[in-house]
């Protein structure tokens, strides 16, 4: 299992791109929108060209705040389309392994007519997602987020099958969904392709260090190595000894 740390592209260029060379720790580069709109392209392939050069292939995470790729709204659903493509264009730069996205489901606003949000976002946002995708070559990432369980996620993966896979977050899982994280990955193993990883205390999503929360991460691996399953393992977290405190634990858990 490959295992990489999520470094914002601004942390990245201005900060961590040293760090990452010398660690040979391929990063799950996060695009958001004051970036997208901040920097020029020809700084985005000058770091592009560096981790090529020293064959480091990045996964990246596609801009997110405030988007709702199957919003009601059809105004608020064209403008967050537009946010992930403008996204999906950038990271063609980077030739990336996989892109990671969200939904933009919330049950505030999708809780009773979650049924309508989901048939857009299968019949609408989603083909044409994956068809820009196509265009650039690479693949999908779906990550659960605030979706209610897994059986309401399953037919989206089950209809796209071989374009688009499942992101994992057992942390999200835990706290924002209404089963436990090995209840969805029961449910959706097959589709799985990148597990992000970071913990909590089972109340709020903490982004603590791997092992330092409530997560079952011991479980984890062991269905996974019972189904020998080899996701991208993505650290998310805060701060810089966190991720390292990750790293440490998530090799120990790979060895075994």
């Given amino acids: ?15 961590y791109l040293p760090e990452v060379l010398e660690r040979r720790i391929p990063p799950e580069i996060t695009l958001k929108a004051e970036v997208l709109d901040g920097f020029d392209r020809k700084t985005f392939k000058e770091v592009s060209g560096i981790l090529k050069g020293e064959g480091l292939t990045p996964t990246i995470h596609l801009p997110f705040m405030d988007l709702s790729l199957a919003a009601l709204d059809p105004w608020i659903r064209k403008v967050s389309l537009k946010r992930l493509f403008q996204g999906l264009e950038m990271a063609s730069l980077f030739e990336p392994e996989l892109c990671v996205f969200h939904s933009g489901y919330h049950p505030d606003y999708h809780r009773e007519p979650k049924k309508e949000w989901r048939k857009i976002f299968l019949e609408e946002s989603l083909p044409l997602i994956l068809e820009r995708a196509r265009d650039f070559g690479f693949k999908l990432a779906l990550e659960n987020v605030f979706e209610p369980e897994p059986e309401f996620m399953k037919p989206i993966y089950e209809n796209f099958s071989g374009e688009l896979t499942w992101c994992f977050d057992p942390a999200h899982a835990r706290v924002f969904s209404e089963k436990d994280e090995m209840k969805w990955l029961e449910v959706l193993y097959p589709y799985l392709s990148e597990m992000h990883c ?8 903490d982004h603590l260090a791997v092992g330092k929360g409530v997560i079952k991460f011991r479980e984890i691996f062991q269905f996974l190595k019972e189904r020998n399953l080899s996701p991208h393992l993505t650290i998310e977290a805060k701060k810089k000894e966190e991720a390292l405190l990750s790293f440490a634990y998530l090799k120990s858990l790979v060895k075994k």
């Fill in 1 to 15: 299992m490959k295992i990489r740390v999520t470094v914002p592209f601004e942390e990245l260029y201005n900060k």
């Fill in 198 to 205: 970071h913990d909590n205390l089972g109340k709020w999503d």
